[in-house]
């Protein structure tokens, strides 16, 4: 994987990996989630006494992707960034990938947050703006099987599909988590569930304005 073919997937996964991975060996892990991850309460409430420094609470849904809570959890959102990325950013080009990844972002933070508005569970890591990726990569490559259903084309019945596929092992995964101290049953399946299909659809949604902006002068 040369960089001059993958320059954003490239980047974001360096970028990730080395910040994620000073936070971990420095054991500032604890005060970078409260600092910088995004929790939905820090927007209706300010959670710090005056004078402590944060990251606004709006642009948490960005800074939280530099921020993951092992070596695993960085390994496996690289990986799958590596394998889905680079493909993604040679359909849409790397300006349009840039755009997707902070959409995914963005998406999943506010799905997270409209789920439970009131949560004090933060949202860490990558996860919702590779969910987006994976979204749109889906989307991009794979190819519709299944036939038109009433008035639905082939190809709304496959981003039906895919959607709901995603939903299924999104609900799952969330489903299984167990409930940490601090946090509610509710809040786990708020971001362990709500958060990536938010990031998902939103990828779904912008794969094909962006290839079709990519690609407007072909």
């Known amino acids: 994987m040369k960089f001059r073919d993958f320059p954003a997937t490239i980047t974001i996964c360096a970028i990730t990996a080395l910040v994620s991975a000073v936070i971990l060996i420095t054991r500032q892990l604890p005060d970078a989630v409260v600092l910088a991850g995004f929790i939905p ?17 709006l642009l948490t849904p960005f ?13 496996f959102n690289v990986l799958m960034l590596v394998i889905t990325g680079q493909k993604t950013e040679q359909a849409i080009g790397w300006p349009q990938f840039v755009l997707l990844y902070a959409f995914g972002a963005f998406a999943s933070a506010a799905t997270y947050y409209l789920v439970a ?11 919702g703006a590779l969910s ?23 190809r709304t019945v496959h981003v039906a599909w895919l959607a709901a596929a995603w939903t299924a092992i999104s609900v799952l995964g969330a489903l299984i988590q167990p409930v940490s101290a601090g946090s509610s049953a509710w809040e786990v399946f708020a971001w362990g569930a709500a958060a990536p299909i938010g990031g998902f659809l939103a990828g779904l949604a912008a794969a094909r304005p962006l290839f079709m902006w990519h690609w407007r002068k072909a």
């Open 41 to 57: 309460a820090r927007l209706q409430t300010e959670l710090f006494a005056p004078g402590t420094w944060a990251v606004p609470a």
């Open 117 to 127: 508005p009131d949560a004090m569970w933060p949202l860490l890591g990558m996860n």
């Open 63 to 75: 800074s939280t992707l530099f921020i993951h809570a092992g070596a695993l959890q960085i390994f």
């Open 132 to 154: 987006a990726v994976i979204g749109a990569y889906s989307l991009l490559y794979g190819q519709p099987r299944n036939p038109p259903i009433g008035p639905f084309s082939a």
